[in-house]
């Protein structure tokens, strides 16, 4: 199929769709996707497989872009909340802990520790997503969506981290946090 996507010409068949997918996981999502593929046995945000297939990056394209070009390719979409956290079927949340999220590149490549960072989300005066990682100062990043900022903010901590391993610095420990209730 021959379409444009924001002003680029692309082609992209069925097939580079199953391609593209095969060995990737699913994106961590904050419970505002409302449309998904389930392709290979995995249920994929739709802005993530066009991402997959196409290169172009998630805030180039919206979900009714998404949308259109994979029910155009002959793929079923489907509405609806992603299935319960922390199972097997949902490997994003580590330890069936909705607010702890793995890297999916911590389950492809075994180079170097793991860590667990908190990530703090807020949404700007122009709507974007901000995220922030409080352990590591000045490391922020943001997106259209949370799963855009989230995608973008572990970028930046992976190389914040590089950086520290590069100048012999000491790395920060894993983050730990508690959530309270304060009445306003």
């Keep these: 199929m021959n379409f444009m996507l924001r002003g680029v010409a692309l082609s992209i068949t069925s097939d580079d769709v199953l391609s593209a997918t095969r060995d990737a996981l ?4 904050d419970r505002r996707n409302k449309y998904f593929l389930e392709i290979h046995g995995r249920r994929f ?3 993530q497989v066009v991402r ?4 172009l990056p998630s805030t180039g394209f919206t979900a009714r872009d998404a949308h ?3 029910t155009r390719l002959g793929f079923d ?7 319960t956290l922390g199972n097997a079927r949902n490997p994003d949340h580590a330890n069936g802990d909705p607010t702890s999220v793995a890297d999916p590149e911590t389950t492809t490549r075994n180079n170097g520790e793991v860590r667990k960072l908190l990530v703090v989300f807020q949404t700007d005066e122009d709507g974007w997503e901000v995220a922030s990682c409080p352990t590591l100062p000045g490391c922020h990043s943001q997106g259209r ?6 995608e973008s903010v572990r970028e930046a901590i992976r190389g914040y ?6 100048h012999d610095a000491a790395l920060p ?5 508690q959530i309270i209730e304060v009445r306003a």
């Design 161 to 166: 981290l590089a950086s520290l391993r590069e």
């Design 45 to 47: 945000p739709i802005k």
């Design 145 to 150: 969506t949370r799963e855009d900022a989230l």
């Design 26 to 29: 699913p994106t961590p999502t």
């Design 173 to 177: 420990p894993s983050s730990e946090y």
């Design 77 to 83: 979409i489907s509405e609806g909340q992603v299935r």
């Design 52 to 55: 997959l297939v196409t290169g």
């Design 68 to 70: 259109r070009i994979l």
